[in-house]
Structures are given as structure tokens and as C-alpha cells.
């Protein structure tokens, strides 16, 4: 069975600096993708950044220049560097694995549980 954990989130002024790290674990899987999502209260959730098993990334145009996705692949975990932080960017981040079961290669989502993010002005 494969597991994620997230870890980061918190309280930062606007202009501040926040990094989120999800690490996936288990065994027999293969990672297709990774990527953050949040959701603002009485929103929807929307993506934030997503990286491929190939480094592909690609960001929401609001983080654009401002976010920062990387993989290290030895940790099976994923970094989101979040600069320049807005108030609107406060809510909760959500950490998304898209990973092949070996050997059946069943293709599976998975969801971590949730990290505040909350920025004051």
C-alpha cells in the first residue's frame, strides 16, 4: 500500500517563504507524476504545480515565477517552494501522487491529507 506524508505548511507574512515536501512510500510502485493542489475556503480545488516522472512540470499562471516544483527521485518526495507568498494563496495544499502498481499496473490517484497554508497581510 502506498502512503504519503506532507509536511511544511504554516503561518508567514505576505513576501514570505514557505517550502511543502510530500514523500510518498510502499512498496512495488512506480511514480507516473506528482503534484499540489489547494483549495481556498468556498473554492474549488484547482492545481497548483505537477512534475512528471520525466521532470515536465507545469504551474497554475498564478504561481507562475513565484513557485518552485521539484522530485528527488532517490526519496520518492516531492518540494513545493512557494516564494513570495500572497494572501490569496492562503489554503489548504494537498499533495497528489499518480503511481502504476507493479506488476499488475493498475494505475492509481492518491491524496495526502492536507497542509495550511495561511498568509497574513
Known amino acids: 500500500q502506498v502512503q504519503l506524508v506532507e509536511s511544511g505548511g504554516g503561518l508567514v507574512q505576505a513576501g514570505g517563504s514557505l517550502r511543502l515536501s510530500c514523500a510518498a512510500s510502499?512498496?512495488?510502485?512506480?511514480?507516473?507524476?506528482m503534484g499540489w493542489y489547494r483549495q481556498a475556503p468556498g473554492k474549488q480545488r484547482e492545481l497548483v504545480a505537477a512534475?512528471?516522472?520525466?521532470?515536465?512540470?507545469n504551474y497554475a499562471d498564478s504561481v507562475k515565477g513565484r513557485f518552485t516544483i521539484s522530485r528527488d527521485n532517490a526519496k520518492n518526495t516531492v518540494y513545493l517552494q512557494m516564494n513570495s507568498l500572497k494572501p490569496e494563496d492562503t489554503a489548504v495544499y494537498y499533495c497528489?501522487?499518480?503511481?502504476?502498481?507493479?506488476?499488475?499496473?493498475?494505475?492509481?490517484?492518491?491524496w495526502g491529507q492536507g497542509t495550511l497554508v495561511l498568509v497574513s497581510s
Open positions: 497528489n501522487l499518480d503511481h502504476t502498481i507493479l506488476p499488475t499496473y493498475r494505475h492509481f490517484e492518491l
Open positions: 510502499g512498496s512495488s510502485f512506480r511514480i507516473n507524476a
Open positions: 512534475i512528471t516522472s520525466g521532470d515536465i512540470s
